[in-house]
């Protein structure tokens, strides 16, 4: 037992351990910290179940277009505890980007962004950016229709933003279409770039929040002025403050242990999502349905009219960004309760109605195809002739049924076709595939003259 301690005592002498994390685990943290101050916490363990899960999933997962898909389906059907993995890998995304939300509108309602915490709220800004940004280039990664269309469309949007569009969408994708230098490009976001803004950002964070010291608990009428606040706040804990550890962390401690093993729980229970099929670069889609934390901003701009779409996908950013960031210092004193803040109650609450409800639109995606659907079935196939048969087959194959009803089956983003011959001859269906029109691609360079009459003629056998 000596032995031990005395061996403890030379490593800790001659690394510092002691010294460095001593103050961090025992630094005063103002009394009546509340469960509502746990959402910071449960997104940094949130974090490192992905680091950890990610690192595992890279060793099988291979980044190129020709790979990506069979090496992620060996993964989740082959690989001992593969399936789980990804589900953890998944769900635990989900989380992460619930925790963060919460952790700031939570942030938001005490006003803990004001004097001195400025910095603080400035990087979580940054972190919550980039935290969107892995769901989105995760997405890619499946490398299956849904995410593949996902970022096409990130792409289109990003082309239109005035002079430096072509360059952005470049940027982004790696060339001008989107192909495995996209692929190469977006793993090299997901895995390097964006976990190094990460880390680094994460490490500032929580700098700052031992330097600044956590905020206290609001009290109406008790208000922040950058004159005396901290002179106060030392007095107030030095008067009441409590360690960090136990008496708060405790909490910390519990609920992040409690989302780690809800993440599991469903990952076990419920797996990853399916991988839609391989993407066939020679269709795109006009709007694909996305993972569904990006769902709210895919239908925000799907339910924008075009015109306005082509400013607001430049605007609508940019100025989410700038208020985001201009907040504390719009406002970094005064009155931090939510008592007193109607105002920033209401606004946070409307925020919140927004996006949830862009989302159920979302979800009932009339306007997004459906990339569930299923290929036909005999009984909706009126003819056993070969051409109709094949017909049939071209489709479900070429995507049209992911946008069209034909019977039961099929989306609903166009007109439905079960008896589209009765409207329009021969001559009108074959423009409208050719030419595509609204939120229907062109078809011309992608079905052959054979296989146009085989569509037809299976359009046309369904009277
Ligand atoms: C991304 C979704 C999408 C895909 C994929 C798609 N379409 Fe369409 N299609 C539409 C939309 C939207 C319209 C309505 C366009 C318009 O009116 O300008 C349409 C219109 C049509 C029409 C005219 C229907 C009418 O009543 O006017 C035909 C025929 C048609 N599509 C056939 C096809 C075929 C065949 C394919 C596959 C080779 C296909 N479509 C793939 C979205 C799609």
Redesign the pocket.
Known sequence: MNKLKQIWRWIDDRSGFSEIFMPLIKHPVPPGAKWSYVFGSATLFCLVLQVITGVALSLLYQPSSSDAYQSLQFITHQAAFGRTLRGIHYFGASAMIIMVGIHMIRVYITAAYKYPREMAWISGVILLFMTIAMGFTGQLLRWDSNGVWSSVVAAEQLGRVPFIGKWLARLLLGGDTIGGHSLSRFYAYHVFIIPAIIFLFVGYHLMLVIRNGISEPPKAGRPVDPKTYRKWYKELLEKSGVPFWPYAAWRDLLFGALVIIAIIGMAVAFGPPELTQPPDPA?I???PKPDWYMLSIFSLFALMPPNIESYMIVIGPVLTIIILLALPFISNKGERSPIRRPWAIFGSGCVVVFIFSLFLLGERSDWS?NFKAKPLNASTIHSTDQHVVHGAS??YK???L???KVGEAGGM???D?SH?YT??SEGE?KI??VNG?????A?GGI?SKKDMED?IAF?KSRK
Request: positive net charge; charged residues 20%.
């Open positions: 269709i889609y006009a709007t195809p071209l489709f070429k995507g049209c992911y946008c069209h983003k166009g007109p076709l589209v409207r329009l269906m409208r595939i029109g609204d939120d229907m691609p078809y079905l569509v359009l």
